[in-house]
């Protein structure tokens, strides 16, 4: 069976919402929500091609497009391969040319939506931030609440509380602390036992390889409107990743850190490779700043995540 490829965008308005179009109900799939766009004809790049599908079904001019996240998805009737990209500029007011009706949402309302089960990993790559704070684990509970504030203050929205050499106690006050600073503001990422999960009822879980490895074969550990991570470092991992059903992993490291010194480093085009077959959103991390965002987004992460690299 073909695979088609189709161009799709997440559209982002000035004031942070994003559009989404309901499909038609005689379409494959209508009725359900979707992020709009269109099929790539047969030599077509794909940003000509999203431009031209924005223009037809929205009546807007693209002026600022990024890739976001690459899907091959198998429906029982049809093999797609999603491009998506992140419109943050156009010219023009979008409405429905062709009679679809529209709906601009916060990015935390799309999970409030039915969209095709393609788009599930759209939806994610459309809520979280292209930053990933991880907190460093040489400072104490005082230094690091102060840094984790300056960081909120300086706009991180997701953040991963990482203290390996705590006492479970003291980490956990920690956590108690910290869920306080980023209610409201930022998505917060617990690292443990999943027995803890009950006590951190607003918090995410981000899963050691470890982890991942040892829960893997019981599927996803707890429900969907929970964040749930995972840390990769190999294809192994990434198929545990995606068979556990995961909203999203670090992929490390990039290149050599300071905080393991020792392991064996992908490199770039290794990173770009092994992000091609996977379909959930990926932070790329290990020695990576700001600087090499864009750079992350031609490999197809999602952004970067990072210690040093990100700690205000």
């Given amino acids: 069976m073909k695979r088609v490829h189709v161009a799709a965008a997440v559209i982002r308005g000035s004031d942070g919402r994003v559009l989404i179009a309901r499909r038609p109900e005689d379409k494959h799939q209508g009725g ?3 992020f709009p766009g269109g099929k790539v004809e047969e030599g077509e790049a794909v940003q000509a091609a999203l431009g031209r599908e924005l223009e037809e079904e929205l009546g807007i001019r693209v002026t600022s497009a990024r890739p976001l996240i690459q899907i091959h998805h198998d429906y029982p009737d049809k093999h797609v391969l999603l491009d998506v990209w992140e419109v943050s500029g156009f010219d023009g007011e979008p409405h429905g040319a062709e009679g679809q009706p529209l709906a601009w949402v916060t990015p935390r309302q799309l999970a409030d939506y039915e969209f095709p089960a393609a788009n599930r990993p759209i939806v994610a790559a459309a809520r979280l931030p292209d930053r990933y704070l991880i907190t ?17 203050d300086g706009g991180v929205r997701l953040v991963q509380l990482r203290a390996p050499d705590m006492f479970d106690a003291e980490y956990r006050d920690l956590a108690v602390d910290a869920q306080g600073l980023c209610a409201g503001r930022a998505q917060l990422m617990l690292k443990g036992p999943l027995e803890w999960l009950g006590d951190f009822p607003a918090a995410g879980w981000h899963l050691t390889a470890r982890q991942l490895r040892e829960l893997v074969s019981g599927g996803r550990p707890f429900p969907a409107e929970r964040w749930l991570a995972a840390s990769c470092h190999s294809a192994e991992e990434l198929e545990l990743a995606a068979e556990m059903g995961v909203d999203f992993v670090t992929l490390s490291p990039v290149q050599p850190t300071r905080t393991h010194p020792g392991a064996e480093v ?10 091609r077959r996977f379909n959930q959103p990926a932070y790329l991390l ?4 700001p600087r090499d965002l864009p750079r992350a987004w031609e490999a197809g992460a999602q952004g970067i995540a990072g210690i040093r690299g990100l700690w205000p």
Wanted: hydrophobic letters at 50%; a negative charge; proline letters at 6%.
């Fill in 266 to 275: 992908l490199g770039w085009e290794r990173a770009s490779d092994l992000l």
């Fill in 286 to 289: 290990g020695g990576l700043a």
């Fill in 32 to 34: 359900l929500w979707e």
């Fill in 136 to 152: 460093p684990d040489d400072l104490g509970p005082a230094e690091l609440l102060q840094g984790l504030k300056a960081a909120l």
